[in-house]
């Protein structure tokens, strides 16, 4: 491959990824407005980023395979036409139950997206090239939701907010363009047996439960609906229990949860995440509907979250080094939780540079815990099984990230309903996050008990790859 085209791959996978990325965070200034628009509540919408979070889900284990299958570019460009599709479907929806569908195909695009990019990477860049390559690739995950809530903000201020889904299918376009005119074809790796059993039974119990939870925190939907959900979903992670014991190569080897460290990240890694699921959820509709702000003002306000984490990654390995995981898994949990509580007393007399500074130390070491928790996952994972435990890491961090969503939600919903309110205030506001920043607390209490010194050769090791 010539150095031209070595250094265009990135750049063209990167601004595609941007695409993703960017869509993920610019919806959360824009929730109340789509809501009034499609006749439903604002935490209604919370079924919608449990969709996308579940499409992630179900679809992530099996990019890899149908890349290997058909070829990663062939796969790349139809995940961007899903992706586009859903988009054009998010625009055009009139109701709760087509955006949510919308949003799940968007989610089944996004699913395709990210792990295939990666991997065209790695088969494409020439190893002296990889670290640069990889950089650029970095960069949308960190730009991205730093532009997303004043973008997201301003579009539906001064625009509408169907401008949102709408500037993805030009882009789109322009993206399968490039990856058609410059990215190379390769020979591809024989595929691994795909484990279709157990992708349907693992799929029907990841939507079953987020699906029932969010129903059952929903009121504007019939709770059989939920307990339905929930039946399923079990069932089905039952029987998928069942069948990975009796295949050789599962989709999802449930076996490696035997190492404590593992079992540890992904535990507590995963109670954090329910308590900072619905963060980006419920504080940018608490400042529009409680605070009066319009969405931009909203979305200027938020972003100082991103600008934390991404000033963090510069930050990451040498607070690791100097505090070691234990300490700074504690420490990161610990302050994000006092983030939390923070919202549930900031009231519109809070000085707003002092809500904006306390943003941007609650976002730092949010990011923090991800940078850590990203190389702490495989602390005790040795080389051969780092692709599955790296897949049923991301699985796993959707799955918390959509139950978070559900909670959160859940519990704003309940307080407004014991108090006897009939539109949300600041005081339900207040109450849903002092019960996140508890639970935030209970995973510090978890990490607290990693065994001192643990993680130490992984300082300088960055996260692996899926497996192909």
């Not at 889900?57 to 990019?63: D, K």
């Not at 939780?337 to 000085?351: C, K, N, R």
């Not at 006897?420 to 996050?433: E, I, N």
């Not at 019960?435 to 607390?441: D, E, G, M, P, R």
Request: charged share 10%.
């Amino acid at each position: 491959m010539s150095l031209a085209t070595s250094r265009i791959t990135p750049l063209i996978l990167a601004v595609a990824l941007f695409m993703e990325n960017i869509d993920a965070t610019v919806i959360s200034t824009s929730l109340a407005a789509i809501a009034h628009d499609i006749g439903t509540e604002p935490i209604a919408l919370k079924l919608a980023l449990t969709a996308y979070l579940v499409a992630l889900a179900v679809f992530i284990p099996v990019s890899s395979y149908l890349a290997d299958r058909f070829g990663a570019k062939t796969v790349f460009r139809w995940a961007m036409v899903v992706f586009m599709v859903g988009s054009l479907a998010c625009a055009l929806s009139n109701s709760l139950g087509m955006f949510v569908g919308s949003r799940f195909l968007q989610g089944m695009g996004g699913a395709m997206m990210s792990p295939v990019a990666r991997l065209v990477l790695v088969r494409v860049t020439p190893r002296d090239r990889l670290v640069d390559a990889l950089a650029w690739l970095s960069i949308p995950a960190l730009v991205g939701p730093i532009l997303g809530p004043p973008v997201g903000g301003f579009i539906t201020t001064y625009f509408s907010w169907h401008w949102i889904f709408l500037i993805n299918v030009p882009i789109g376009f322009l993206g399968i363009v490039a990856v058609t005119l410059f990215l190379p074809d390769w020979h591809r790796n024989q595929p691994r047996r795909m484990d279709f059993r157990g992708f349907v039974l693992a799929g029907l119990g990841f939507a079953g439960w987020v699906f029932g939870i969010s129903v059952l925190t929903l009121p504007a939907l019939p709770a059989v609906y939920g307990y339905i959900a929930l039946v399923v979903g079990s069932v089905a992670a039952a029987l998928y229990v069942w069948h990975e014991k009796h295949v050789a190569e599962p989709l999802l080897d449930l076996t490696l949860l035997r190492f404590p460290l593992f079992r540890m990240t992904v535990l507590a890694g995963g109670v954090f995440r329910l308590g900072t699921g619905a963060m980006g959820f419920l504080f940018p509709l608490a400042l529009q509907l409680a605070f009066g702000f319009t969405p931009f003002q909203s979305g200027m306000i938020t972003f100082a979250l991103a600008i934390g984490q991404f000033a963090a990654k510069f930050l990451a390995e040498r607070i690791l080094k100097l505090f070691g995981f234990r300490l700074a898994l504690v420490g990161a949990t610990l302050m994000t939780a006092l983030g939390l509580v923070g919202m549930a007393i900031y009231s519109p007399e809070t000085p707003m540079p002092l809500i904006i500074v306390l943003l941007i130390l609650t976002g730092f070491f949010q990011s923090i815990f991800w940078t850590a928790t990203n190389a702490f996952t495989f602390a005790d994972i040795a080389d051969k099984d780092a692709g599955q435990a790296n897949v049923i890491s991301q699985v796993l961090i959707q799955i918390t990230l959509a139950c978070g969503v559900a909670l959160g939600g859940g519990v704003l919903e309940a307080v407004r309903i014991w108090t006897g309110g009939t539109a949300l205030a600041l005081g339900h506001f207040h109450a849903a996050f002092w019960v996140l920043a508890a639970v935030t607390l209970v995973s510090s209490l978890m990490f607290a008990r990693i065994p001192r010194g643990a993680g130490r050769t992984l300082h300088t090791k960055s996260e692996p790859a899926a497996a192909d």
